[in-house]
């Protein structure tokens, strides 16, 4: 049975963040809980009601990737089980799917994108100038067509209710420093190759993906956050892919086309989603979950 929650509540444990998505809990000064809750976002505005199930699906994803990717990048898991770090009396099956311990880390201050395909601000960009984050690609390219090779196009991370903004590789330098830039950048194209390579194999094509990096300490680099999941790349089902549309997305297609539908401004609140739009979703989760990782939650 999958389990719905739309704001975590442990009382008791420091709260430090209530992302979009994911609560973050301290747990010491190296450790953290985050919570995948069940909020969706989109267009940036986090909407009213849930989607069931959807942070243990997020969550599960991300667990996958992570531990196929660990022999190419260290990531944030700790092993640490979490009835020996939740508060005493909580509701342990509300969480266990859903919750990670992690290592807690500074956050490089970039989203550190790859690229293998020409879409959504990338295509926004090459069509402006020929280029995108500095990098010049060849004359010609249509939406959604493959590239010569996968990029990898940094963008800062913007302040709430604002868009990030894709920077160039030396801007990035400018603000982190080239040895770290150039680990970010090499583990970033390595993680986004590997997993696309698996992905493809299963019929799914992954036309970009969005990392997150921290260091610890002693400035050792970990991949932290979320991995390859719907809400951090693109999946595209291999067979209606076509070149010069937009192809379908996998998770919050059915959601973006019944937003288009309302006379909605796109700003805080958002309107509340019909129980079969939120149906759909949730199966779209499930089916990316299934597809790519072989596992399902209900
Ligand atoms: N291991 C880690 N150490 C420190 N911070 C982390 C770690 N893993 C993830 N984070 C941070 O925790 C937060 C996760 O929350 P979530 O993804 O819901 O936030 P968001 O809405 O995407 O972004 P924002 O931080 O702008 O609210 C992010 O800010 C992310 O950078
Ligand atoms: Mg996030």
């Not at 069509?127 to 995108?132: C, K, P």
């Not at 004359?139 to 990029?151: K, R, S, T, V």
Request: one cysteine or more; charged letters at 20%.
């Amino acid at each position: 049975m999958s389990t719905t929650l739309l704001q975590s509540n442990l009382p008791g444990l420091e709260l430090i963040h209530r992302g979009k998505v994911r609560d973050v809990y301290a747990l010491s000064d190296d450790r953290l809980l985050m919570v995948a809750t069940d909020r969706l976002s989109a267009f940036d505005v986090v909407l009213p009601n849930p989607i069931p199930g959807k942070g243990e699906m997020l969550t599960q994803i991300s667990n996958f990737w992570f531990g196929k990717t660990a022999h190419l990048v260290p990531n944030h898991l700790l092993d640490v089980p979490l009835a020996e770090v939740l508060p005493p009396g909580t509701d342990l099956a509300l969480y266990e799917k859903r919750a990670v311990v992690t290592r807690r880390l500074k956050p490089v201050p970039v989203e550190a994108i790859a690229r293998g395909y020409l879409i959504g601000s990338g295509w926004k960009d090459y069509r402006a100038t020929g280029a995108l984050c500095g990098i010049t690609l060849p004359a010609g390219l249509q939406q959604a067509q493959q590239l010569p090779e996968p990029i990898f196009t940094p963008s800062t991370k913007a302040a709430v209710g604002d868009h990030d903004q894709n920077v160039s590789y030396a801007v990035m330098v400018d603000a982190v420093g080239a040895d770290l830039a150039g680990q970010v950048r090499e583990a970033t194209l390595a993680i986004y190759q590997w997993a696309a390579a698996y992905a493809a194999e299963r019929g799914i094509i992954i036309a970009d993906t969005k990392l997150e990096f921290g260091t610890d300490a002693s400035g050792k680099l970990y991949v932290m956050d979320e991995m390859l999941t719907p809400d951090s790349s693109r999946f595209w089902p291999a067979d209606e892919y076509r070149v010069g549309i937009s192809p379908p997305s996998y998770d919050k297609q059915f959601v973006r086309d019944w937003l288009e539908t309302q006379d909605w401004n796109k700003t805080a609140p958002g309107p509340v989603i019909p129980d079969e739009v939120i149906a759909r979703t949730a199966a779209k989760y499930g089916e990316a979950l299934h597809k790519l990782a072989g596992i399902r939650l209900d």
